[in-house]
C-alpha cells in the first residue's frame, strides 16, 4: 500500500461530508510549466475570486507580481503589487477576512541569516485583473531567538493567525503571529516542533553530494478550508500536522507526522489546497515543471 493510500482518515475531514474510507488519490500529472512569467514559483493560493485558478508569485530576484494561473500551470494574468517590492518572497495563502478576500504574501526568505525583521503583504485579491493589487496592510514579525530562514506561511483567519515553518532547523519549527493590520513590529510565539520528518540517508548523499541535504528542508504548507490540517512541504513530500478535537496543535506535535510521498519534481516549493479541500496541488520553482495533483477519492463500492 503507498503512502498515498495509507494517511490515515482525520486528514480526510477537509470537506464534508466525504464517505467514510475515503482516501487520497495517486499523485496526477496535471500538466508542465513552461512560461517565462513564471519561471520560478515560490508560493501559490487558490483563488476565491477566480473559481478554478491559483494565485503563484516568483521568488526573489524577479519582479514584485502575482500570477493567475489554472490548475495546469497556464498563465492567465499577472498584477503588480505596487508598495510591497519582492525582496525575498517565499509563499502565499488565500483568506476570507470579515467579510472580504485577501491574499498574504510571506516576504521571509534568509538564506544568509541576517534579516532581523520580517514582512507579511496582506493584499486585496484583484478582482479586475487590468489593475494592479491594492496592498492592504504589511505585517512586521522577528523571530524570538535571532534569524531563521522560512520558506512556509498558512492564515488560519477564524483565529486571527499566520502559521509560519522555519526552513533549516531540524526538527522544524511552527510559529505563529497575529493576523491584522498594526504599527508594531510582533516576535514571532513559538508553538511547537514538527516530529518525524524524514531527514537525508546516506543514499540521498550517495546520489546528489550537493542537493541530496536539502531534500527533507521546508519549502511550503497551507492550511485546509476548514482549518483542521497544515499541509507542510518539503522536496520530497507532503507531510500532515492534524488539530486536535479542542482546535489544539499539540497533540499532532507529539506524533510523527503522516505523509503523502511526492514524485520527483525539480525543485518542489509551491502547495495550496483546492477551495473545497478535496485536492492539494504542487509546483515547482524550476522551468519547464510538471505540476502534480493529489485528490480525496469517495471509498469503492
Known amino acids: 500500500m503507498t503512502f498515498a493510500r495509507a494517511v490515515p482518515l482525520a486528514l480526510l475531514l477537509l470537506a464534508p461530508p466525504l464517505a467514510a474510507g475515503a482516501r487520497w488519490s495517486e499523485p496526477e500529472a496535471m500538466g508542465v510549466v513552461t512560461e517565462a512569467e513564471i519561471d520560478e514559483i515560490s508560493g501559490l493560493a487558490a483563488s476565491r475570486r477566480h473559481p478554478g485558478l491559483y494565485w503563484a508569485h ?21 498584477v503588480a503589487t505596487p508598495g510591497a517590492p519582492n525582496l525575498d518572497w517565499e509563499d502565499m495563502a488565500s483568506f476570507r477576512l470579515d467579510g472580504r478576500d485577501y491574499l498574504m504574501v510571506a516576504d521571509t ?56 515553518v522555519s526552513k533549516k532547523r531540524v526538527p522544524a519549527e511552527l510559529f505563529r503571529v497575529r493576523l491584522g493590520p498594526g504599527e508594531d513590529e510582533q516576535v514571532a510565539e513559538l508553538v511547537g516542533t514538527l516530529p ?8 540521498d548523499l550517495e546520489r546528489s553530494p ?52 511526492l514524485p520527483w519534481l525539480p525543485q518542489a516549493e509551491a502547495i495550496a489546497f483546492s477551495t473545497d479541500g478535496r485536492s492539494l496541488l504542487v509546483a515547482s520553482e524550476q522551468l519547464p515543471s510538471p505540476v502534480i495533483r493529489f485528490r480525496i477519492e469517495p471509498r469503492a463500492k
Open 109 to 164: 526568505g534568509d538564506n544568509g541569516g541576517i534579516r532581523r525583521s520580517l514582512l507579511l503583504h496582506v493584499f486585496e485579491e484583484p478582482a479586475d485583473l487590468s489593475r494592479p493589487a491594492t496592498l492592504a496592510w504589511t505585517q512586521r514579525f522577528r523571530w524570538p531567538d535571532g534569524p531563521r530562514d522560512c520558506e512556509a506561511v498558512a492564515v488560519d483567519a477564524a483565529r486571527r493567525e499566520v502559521l509560519l
Open 58 to 78: 516568483n521568488d526573489s530576484g524577479n519582479t514584485a507580481e502575482l500570477h493567475l494561473v489554472d490548475a495546469r500551470g497556464r498563465h492567465q494574468a499577472s
Open 210 to 261: 550537493v542537493y541530496g541535504r536539502y531534500r527533507a528542508q521546508v519549502t511550503g504548507a497551507d492550511l485546509s478550508p476548514n482549518g483542521r490540517v497544515l499541509a507542510v512541504l518539503n522536496y520530497r513530500s507532503i507531510h500532515f500536522l492534524v488539530r486536535g478535537a479542542d482546535g489544539d496543535w499539540q497533540p499532532g506535535l507529539a506524533t510523527k507526522l503522516p505523509h503523502l510521498t
Open 196 to 203: 518525524g520528518i524524514e531527514q537525508p540517508d546516506a543514499g
